[in-house]
């Protein structure tokens, strides 16, 4: 009897026991599934599907990247082929923009899609469907890439918004593309020679750093195919003309590189240095010109214009030297800025040259007695500085002699209405002495040949000019 009772009590305690055990199994289950439940809806909006969970390729450890690749397994430290002959690499470049030329530094910016071809049979992989593999930036940073760089470049950097922009592509046979965007700036050796009406070329050169041409052969792609580029638009250059070269570069510690280079000829637009510089020169010149038709007796204007006219044509020297470069040499506009400052400033010479022979003139007016003695020499210079014709008493020019014969052969019994004058002379030409002493005397004269003289000479100058540099 108590052995049956015993019995029960093992079984009803062993009864309870599963009951117990499995009340938290199933609590367990209905947490777990809550918390799939929970995890799915926050990404999938729902419940999971397990039949799309197998089919997605990224969650297999068969198909993984670096698996599939077998980055592992190589050293991808050594290039493809180590030991054996160069490898090549093509490349493509297509220009997106240049973004500044800087005359002052000599350089200018550029940004393009550089763009890389080469085979690596480590990283081929099986393929039924023979497609590629895209891949970003994490992944280049786990094999071998070509060490292109840019030579003669001051900064560079690849964009990096919003994601560094590198993108690569593996084939199953082995080809690699390889693209960047990238941005430098490169030093651009110009000539100012010609400023503004000069032509540059420029040239961006890529070259491997580490490989020389024993172990990397660089090569156009597409040939001159293989440069593209958008519409460019400058502000002060036209693009002529995009093309592109290869050349070797020699160094004596490492040996021959192969070098690409992508060549463009830049022309400035002469437009906005006409506007800025060559038409205001040429008005301050022509002003300065004003001066010879104002009267030589009124000092103060004819000084008043010619300063001003002299510290323009200061101001738009200074004004252009200041925003090119330091150079050694001479420069077009240089040559037309300080010429047409000397026609500026031979304009004030030449009224302080009529003054000054005005004074010598009525000086010897009144030595020789045809001033009035009552005329007080100091109150008529202070005024203006000179003298005035109406206070001074001037005689006529004496009648000119009768022109000789028209015909030399003839004699006087031919002309009987004309009598030949006693000790009659042939015109002799006026040594240069006398010609300077018939300027003193008529100071007027200056003025009158400076209004031909300064129009001819400036013109002349323009037309050797502009048809030597244009």
């Known amino acids: 009897m108590k052995v049956d009772v015993l019995t029960c009590l093992a079984l009803a305690a062993a009864s309870f026991a599963a009951v117990v055990t499995g009340g938290r199994s199933s609590s367990r289950r209905k947490n777990k599934e809550v918390f799939i439940g929970e995890n799915s809806k926050f990404k999938f909006g729902g419940r999971i599907d397990y039949k799309l969970k197998k089919q997605d390729s990224t969650k297999t450890l068969l198909i993984k990247s670096e698996q599939l690749l077998r980055i592992e397994e190589h050293d991808f430290a050594m290039r493809p082929g ?96 390889y693209s960047v965007r990238v941005t430098v700036t490169a030093l651009c050796s110009m000539d100012f020679s010609s400023f503004p009406l000069d032509t540059q070329n420029c040239s961006l050169e890529l070259e491997s750093y580490a490989y020389n041409e024993n172990d990397l052969m660089l090569y156009w792609k597409n040939g001159n195919d293989s440069l593209r580029t958008d519409e460019i638009v400058l502000s002060q250059f036209f693009i002529e003309h995009f093309h592109a070269s290869n050349g070797l570069a020699f160094y004596s510690s490492t040996g021959w590189y192969n070098r690409l280079f992508i060549n463009f000829i830049l022309r400035r637009h002469i437009f906005f240095f006409m506007l800025q510089t060559y038409f205001p020169t040429m008005l301050m010149v022509v002003l300065s010109w004003v001066s010879f038709w104002i009267d030589r007796r009124a000092v103060p204007a004819r000084v008043s214009l010619g300063i001003t006219t002299v510290l323009t044509m200061s101001t738009i020297i200074t004004g252009v030297s200041s925003s090119m470069p330091q150079v050694s040499y001479v420069k077009a506009v240089d040559i037309y800025m300080w010429t047409s400052f000397l026609f500026v400033f031979l304009s004030v010479i030449e009224y302080a040259a009529v003054n000054y022979c005005t004074t010598l003139e009525e000086m010897r007016k009144m030595k020789r007695g045809k001033i009035p003695s009552t005329f007080n020499a100091s109150q008529a210079m202070a005024f203006d500085g000179c003298f005035h014709d109406n206070d001074i008493e001037l005689t006529t020019f004496p009648r000119m002699a009768p022109p000789l014969t028209s015909d030399p052969l003839s ?47 400036y013109l002349l100058f323009n037309t050797i000019y502009w048809s030597l540099y244009s």
């Open 82 to 177: 180590f030991g054996g002959a160069a490898i090549p690499v093509g490349i493509d470049v297509q220009v997106e923009s240049i973004d500044s030329i800087s005359e002052v530094n000599m350089d200018f910016t550029m940004t393009l899609y550089l763009r890389h071809y080469w085979k690596d049979e480590r990283l081929s992989f099986p393929s039924q469907t023979n497609q590629s593999r895209t891949f970003d930036s994490r992944l280049v940073k786990k094999i071998w890439v070509p060490d292109v760089f840019f030579v003669h470049s001051k900064r560079s950097f690849i964009h990096d918004t919003t994601m560094e922009n590198i993108m690569l592509r593996v084939y199953p046979d082995g080809n690699i593309l």
């Open 411 to 457: 004699t006087p019994s031919e002309n009987p209405g004309t009598r030949p004058r006693e000790g009659t002379r042939l015109r002799r030409q006026r040594s240069v002495r006398e010609n300077v002493d018939l300027l003193v005397n008529n100071s007027y004269m200056i003025d009158s040949y400076s209004r031909l003289a300064f129009p001819l000479s």
